[in-house]
Each structure stands twice: as C-alpha cells, then as structure tokens.
C-alpha cells in the first residue's frame, strides 16, 4: 500500500474528513464544486477516473491479449505518437519499467521538431514496429502532422496498406481518428473513455496499452489501483489522498505555491506526469501551485519561503547512486515543509497516479477552481492557429545574433513591459532583472533536446538563472509544455517570467495539405501563439526565434545569458 510520510498533521486534513470530500469525490459527486455553474458541469462530465481500478471501462484481457499478439509476431519496437496527457502516463510507467523488462523498445514522440522525428525514425524498423497515435479528442494538431511526417518518411520503404498494419489508434468514440482508422484498415482501435480527461487517464487503455506492450502485469498493476481507491476514498485522517491535498494547499496558504520534486533518477518521469497534473488542474483564475521538477538542491540550503519539497524514494540498484541522492537530500533546509513517499515496484505507480487525482479533485474543491478543465491551453491553441491562417506576426526588431561570430539573424517579439528594448541583450536584460524573490522562471523550447550539446547549453541557462536570481528555474519541453504547466502559466499567478525560444529548421520537414507547410512552421507558430498569448495576460516574456537549433547556436545564447547574469544586481 502507498508508503509516505509527513512531518505533521494540516489543519485542512480535518476540513476534508468532516466535510466527507474523499468519499465524495469517490462517489463523482459533481456538487462539490457548485461554486460555479461551469465548474459543475465539467466536473459532473469528468469524473469517470475515480474508480477505473474497481470498475475498468475495458476489459484488462482483451488489451492484454491484443499486445500479447503483436508481441508474438515479433515486435521489437512502439512508437508512441501523442501529446499531453496521452503521453505523460505511458511515458511514466514505460521508462519507470525499462530497466526491469526488455520485451519491446518503447519510444515516444510528442515533439514537433524534425530532428526529433527523423532521430526516432532513423532508431527503428518498421516491419517490426508498431505506432501507436494516441489522441481523446482525435485533432490534436500535433500528432495528426506527426502522423503525416512519419507516414511520409516512410512511404518509400513501405506500401500505404502494409503500413496501416502497423498503426494503432488509441481515441475517443466518434473522433475523426478512429474514423480514418477503421476506413483505413488499421491494426486496431482502441476506445477511450469519454468521462475521463486526459490528464486523469494514466489507468484507462490511454495507459493500459502501452503498459502491457513492454511487459507490465495489468491485473497486478490494476489490483494495486483497487486498493489505493480504498485507502483514498475514506473520510480518515489517514487517507493518503487526505494528507497530500491538505500538505499542498496548507502550504499554499502560507505563500508556498511551489514544491520541489526530489527523486533518483528512475523516479523523474513520474514528476513529469505530476507536473502535468498540478499545473494544469489547479492553475487557473489566478491560483495556483507550481511543481518545479529540475532541482538544484543546493538553493535549498536556506528556506526561500515560497516552496515546500515532495520526495520520493525509489527502486535504485546502484549503491553509489542512492548514497548520491541521500546527500542531496541531507543539504536541504529542514525549516522547508517536506513529505516523503516511496515506490518500490511499477505496478506501485498506480498507487500514486489514485492518491495524487484525488488529491488534486481535493485541493481543486478547498481552492475553489474546477481542476478538470483547461481554458488557458484552448485559448493558446486558438492563437496558433490564427497564425497559420493568417501568418507570422511581425518581430519587434530582428539583429544579427552575435557581434563575434556571424551566425544569421535572430528575431525578438516582446511583451509590451519590453517594448523599448532594442537589441537582443538588453531584452534579456530587461526580462532577468524583473524576476523578483517569489517569481519563477522558465524557458519554453521549441528546441530537438536531441544531440550534442543542445540540452546542456538550455541547462547552463536554467542553472544560471537559479543560482544567480535564487528563483525556481524551469526548463520546459515545446510543445508538450503548452498541454501541462503552459495552462499554470497563463492562468496562474503572474509570477513567472518567460524565455521562449525556436529556431529556425535546417532540414524541414514539409507536410502537404495540412494547416501548416511544414513541421518548423508549427513549431515557430506555437512559440509565437504562446508569446502572444503569454504577453495578453500581462506576463514578462520574451520570444527569440534564432537562425537555427545547432549546439554552437545554443552555447552562444547561454554564453550571453550568463554573462548578463553575471552583471545584474542581486533582486531584493
């Protein structure tokens, strides 16, 4: 059962128990957020998870049957393409698992980069791969153009009706996807469940499926679902469920409206999904709590007021790495508020995808927020496409990027608190010297995150930022981003001041017929619709498009950015 503990008891834990939340919650009592009449009807629409572990909308034997056939055939690899909460909950159990099973190569794509795409192509054999396109809705943009790239990349090696036996749709009944999947013949069709929202879905076959592809036991897997509802779903002080909500939001309440999420290495993945969960469920009409999964523990030596820390402790094999983590822990300030959990198997995730849900529909009824809609993400998603109608807006200014070194020209689009700046330096100036202590920053990239020297140099940023500005510092993954924290960042608190980055594409990859001429243009209309959307909620950001995504570009971005640091006086 769901092993954790905390330092004490929150007084909120008691409001729960005597107002029966947990049982409520349970029983899909959409009344409980009668505070609005919108609020109600989502919630009284949404709330089909709380007892997928007891009462599962599909029958575990048949998706088990299903992956045990494919397997059978001699499936070697499963491309996942989807976004947002298609993705977080399969990615978390998969990778969590990999170290454990070798049955298949689990591989997901929820990028629109074309250095990400052509790198999964070029990982794989199609003859013995299996793709699956994961969607509720069925139009996300993002995986229906992934979609169109990988079946044109691979249209050469492979005839169109060889290719759809190696297609898999995971969608909503009724949804323009599983419509092209039956017309067009596909391997299968796996239904959703309507009542349950995408990022509430990690137990419904959205999970369930690719869980059993690389080998996850579902019937042990859901029997631990089965009882964590049990635990989660009492009106008891002990309720793990219980504890966690009123840890959240009685620190909430006391200005803490961020937490650390600690972990070992394999544990990282679930901070993802927890991300996700949190920033999309609670931020909105101005609250909000932000979970801050890139961690330099050694900011945390003295309390910064505004942030508490969840740990969680996790299978490990490597001695060198437990101690490792141990010692990060031990720097950490003890006056910071800390609760601590423990996952000792994958099929122990699902304990903790049951506790954290019911959490969140909890801390959502004492914030008084509906936790199960998205409205900020709809709004950025209209902006985008606005902009591949309509076209790119026009930057602010554009200048060569380096006065060193001639690597083209960058454009710069500004929130109007920016608008007098002119030159890429005292924009960044201007963006890093407003962060004040209880903001956070972060960098939203359209970037590959593949190859060399990309990643570390949006790490050097992000330390830098933290170190030199004592913030929380994020470093955000475009475009899944704008499907989980973007949600926080628009309607939250305005306390978060934004780097967006894109770059222009080397190698394009072109997409015939389709609302955008290709995937970079997607990409570059996603950094601009958040910019615009970002900017018409007041908040502090800055949107560079550089003159491409190589790893000397980047170095030479993180090279300005730390020596701007270097010279800003300290924030008060």
Request: proline share 5%.
């Amino acid at each position: 059962m769901i092993s954790g503990d905390m330092e004490k008891l929150h007084p909120s834990a008691k409001t729960l128990v005597k107002e029966c939340i947990a049982s409520r919650v349970h029983a899909k009592d959409a009344s409980l957020y009668d505070f609005s009449e919108d609020a109600q009807e989502c919630a009284r629409r949404y709330m089909g998870w709380t007892d997928l572990g007891s009462n599962p909308p599909y029958l575990l034997s048949d998706i088990q049957a299903f992956a045990d056939s494919i397997i059978a055939q001699g499936l070697k690899t499963v491309v996942l393409i989807g976004q947002g909460g298609s993705t977080q909950a399969p990615m978390t159990l998969t990778k969590y698992n990999k170290p454990d099973s070798s049955l298949v190569t689990f591989k997901t794509l929820d990028s629109d980069s074309p250095v990400r795409v052509r790198a999964t192509l070029a990982e794989v054999k199609p003859e013995s791969t299996l793709f699956i396109i994961s969607s509720k809705s069925g139009g996300t943009i993002e995986p229906r153009l992934a979609l169109q790239a990988v079946r044109d990349a691979l249209s050469d090696g492979m005839p169109a009706e060889k290719l759809v036996e190696h297609l898999v749709a995971i969608t909503d009944p009724g949804s323009d996807l599983e419509r092209q999947a039956r017309e067009e013949g596909w391997a299968a069709v796996f239904p959703g469940e309507p009542s349950v929202g995408g990022r509430f879905s990690a137990l419904t076959v959205f999970g369930l499926l690719p869980a059993a592809l690389v080998g996850i036991n579902l019937e042990e897997l859901m029997a631990h679902a089965v009882e964590a509802e049990k635990a989660c779903s009492e009106d008891a002080i002990d309720n793990p469920a219980i504890g966690l909500a009123a840890f959240l939001y009685d620190n909430y309440l006391a200005g803490r409206n961020k937490f650390s999420f600690l972990t070992p290495k394999r544990g990282r993945v679930l901070g993802l999904w927890i991300e996700q969960l949190v920033a999309e469920s609670l931020g909105k009409d101005g609250q909000g709590i932000l979970p801050n999964i890139e961690i330099d523990s050694l900011l945390l030596t003295k309390d910064p007021g505004d942030r508490s820390v969840i740990m969680y402790q996790t299978k490990t094999d490597l001695w060198d790495e437990r101690r490792n983590f141990e010692m990060s822990l031990s720097y950490i300030d003890p006056a910071i508020p800390r609760i601590n959990f423990k996952i000792d198997s994958v099929e122990e995730l699902a304990e903790h995808f049951v506790m954290w849900e019911y959490a969140i529909a909890m801390c959502g009824y004492l914030m008084k927020v509906c936790p199960f809609d998205q409205p900020d993400v709809s709004a950025a998603k209209a902006a985008v496409l606005d902009i591949l109608r309509e076209g790119q807006p026009a930057p602010d200014f554009v200048q060569d990027f380096t006065d060193e070194v001639q690597m083209g020209e960058v454009e710069v689009r500004l929130s109007p608190c920016f608008k007098d700046c002119t030159e890429v330096s005292s924009a960044l100036r201007a963006l890093f010297a407003s962060i004040q202590p209880g903001d956070y920053f972060a960098i939203n990239a359209f970037l590959p995150f593949t190859g060399e020297g990309r990643r570390e140099a949006l790490e050097i940023i992000r330390h830098a930022v933290a170190e030199k500005r004592r913030t929380v510092s994020c470093l955000e993954v475009g475009p899944r981003y704008l499907h989980s924290t973007g949600q926080l960042q628009k309607g939250g608190q305005n306390n978060g001041v934004f780097l967006i980055l894109s770059a222009d594409e080397l190698k394009d990859i072109p997409l015939v017929g389709e609302a955008a001429e290709s995937l970079g243009t997607l990409a570059k209309a996603q950094a601009s619709g958040d910019l615009l959307t970002l900017a018409g909620r007041g908040r502090r950001c800055v949107h560079l498009h550089l003159p491409d995504n190589s790893g000397a570009t980047l170095r030479g971005l993180s090279s300005l950015v730390t020596g701007i640091l270097e010279n800003l006086e300290p924030s008060v």
